[in-house]
């Protein structure tokens, strides 16, 4: 499971733009498993910012591809959750990612919602 981040395009769903996303950012092929999370920027400590944002998070598994950079990475890799590199508060806080490792460890785990 990976983490990626990338804005709604109109006229695609949510497992499309994961899909698309994943490819253009990493290089890898993907297909969306299960919603996981969908999350009230505002309530989850990032940044203010002028638009009013829901982060949904969208476990994929990895079916193909290769770790490439893109025109919006300059690395690709998979981090342990004791090793992760510095983060950008405007994508993804330590908490949201700790919250995505739970779902690895209690695969059931409900769907969050805010």
């Known amino acids: 499971m990976g983490i990626t981040r990338g804005w709604s395009d109109i006229g695609l769903s949510p497992s499309e733009v994961a899909v698309k996303e994943i490819k253009e950012e990493s290089g ?3 297909v969306p498993m299960r919603l996981l999370a969908v999350l ?6 990032h940044p203010p910012e002028p638009y009013h944002v829901y982060k949904m998070f ?6 193909g591809g290769h770790a490439e950079t893109g025109v919006e990475t300059s690395a690709v890799d998979f981090f342990a959750i004791d090793a992760l590199p ?5 994508r993804n806080t330590l908490e949201q990612i700790k919250i995505m490792f739970e779902f690895l460890e209690q ?3 409900e769907v969050i919602l805010d």
């Not at 969208?58 to 079916?63: E, H, K, N, P």
């Not at 510095?86 to 405007?90: A, G, K, T």
């Open 58 to 63: 969208i476990r994929c598994d990895i079916v």
């Open 28 to 30: 890898f092929d993907v």
């Open 86 to 90: 510095e983060l950008s508060l405007e």
């Open 107 to 109: 695969p059931d785990k």
């Open 40 to 45: 009230d920027k505002k309530f989850h400590g």
